[in-house]
C-alpha cells in the first residue's frame, strides 16, 4: 500500500511522514520539491500513479480564492487513479475550506476530513516564530480565545484515518482542550521559556504594512473574519478519533521550549 502524502514538507506533513515511515508503510511524499505544484496539473498523474490512500493539505490555505475547486479536481483525479481512501486536512469556520470538504468528498472516494482549529506550532515553526523570538508578537487579534491543536495530534488522527477502519465520512473538529487569548498563550511561552515575551495588538492596517507581502494578506483575512469567537469552543475530535484527551497547549510550550528553538 503506497500512501501520498501532499505538503510533505509542512507542519502536518513531516510529522504524517514520519509516523508512517517508522510503522513501515509505503509513503510518498509530495511537495514542490518532489516536483509536485497544486496549481500544475502536468504533476498530478505521476504523483497519483499507484497510490492507494492520499492526505490533502493544499497551500497554502484552503480559505484562498479557488482551492476549493483545485482540490475537488485533485480527489476526482485521484478516484480514477484508484485511490480508495483520502484525507483532508481542513480548517474550522471557513466557508472555502468547507466547500472544499464538499468538493473532494463528491469525488466518491471514502474520505476522513480533519477540520482544524489554529495550530500551535505557529509560534514555533511559521509566521509567529520571529515575534516570539524577538521578545514581542504583534498580531491583529483582539480577547477572542482559540483552542491550539497540536500538530502532533494532527498527524496522529492523519495517520489513524489513513491506516486504519472506520474513519471514512467522518468530519473530526479537532481542537486543544481549552481555549487561550494570544495574550495568554504568549504568558504560557514565557513561562516554559524563562523569558520575557509580551503580546501586541497592531491594527491589521499595521500588520499588513509590516509583513512580507505573500503572507500580509492570508493572515489578516484569517485574524479579522475567523477569529470572531465562531471558533473558541473545544471540540471533541481528537478524543472520538483516537479514544484520548487532546495535547494541552502548555504541554506543547514546555516540550517546544526543550527543543531551544525559542533560545
Known amino acids: 500500500m503506497t500512501t501520498l502524502i501532499t505538503g510533505a514538507t509542512g507542519k502536518t506533513g513531516t510529522r504524517i511522514v514520519s509516523r508512517l515511515t517508522a510503522a513501515g508503510v509505503s509513503v510518498r511524499p509530495a511537495s514542490r520539491a518532489t516536483g509536485f505544484n497544486w496549481e500544475d496539473r502536468s504533476t498530478w498523474s505521476a504523483t ?30 485521484a478516484a480514477a487513479a484508484g485511490v480508495t481512501r483520502l484525507v483532508l486536512l481542513s480548517g474550522r469556520g471557513e466557508p472555502e475550506a468547507q466547500r472544499a470538504e464538499r468538493e473532494v468528498a ?14 500551535a506550532q505557529n509560534f514555533s515553526e511559521s509566521f509567529m516564530l520571529d515575534g516570539v523570538l524577538a521578545g514581542t508578537v504583534a498580531l491583529p487579534a483582539d480577547g477572542t480565545p482559540e483552542p491550539f491543536v497540536d500538530a502532533e495530534d494532527i498527524a496522529d488522527v492523519a495517520v489513524a484515518a489513513l491506516t486504519e ?16 487569548r494570544m ?31 505573500e503572507l500580509a494578506e492570508l493572515v489578516v483575512f484569517l485574524f479579522t473574519e475567523l477569529l470572531d469567537g465562531r471558533n473558541a469552543q473545544p471540540q471533541d475530535g481528537v478524543q472520538r478519533a483516537l479514544g484520548r484527551a ?11 521550549a ?4 525559542w533560545a
Open 48 to 77: 497519483l500513479a499507484g497510490v492507494d490512500a492520499a492526505y490533502l493539505a493544499y497551500f497554502p490555505d484552503l480559505a484562498v480564492p479557488g482551492a476549493a475547486d483545485t482540490v475537488g479536481d485533485f480527489a476526482r483525479a
Open 165 to 180: 477502519d472506520g474513519h471514512a465520512g467522518e468530519v473530526y473538529e479537532l481542537t486543544g482542550p481549552r481555549a487561550l
Open 258 to 261: 526543550a527543543t531551544g528553538v
Open 183 to 213: 495574550d495568554e498563550a504568549v504568558a504560557e511561552l514565557a513561562a516554559a521559556t524563562g523569558r520575557p515575551l509580551t503580546f501586541t495588538r497592531v491594527t491589521p492596517e499595521a500588520y499588513a504594512a509590516a509583513a512580507p507581502p
Open 106 to 119: 463528491a469525488a466518491g472516494v471514502p474520505t476522513t476530513v480533519v477540520r482544524c482549529s489554529w495550530f
Open 246 to 256: 487532546p495535547r494541552d497547549f502548555g504541554e506543547f510550550a514546555r516540550r517546544t
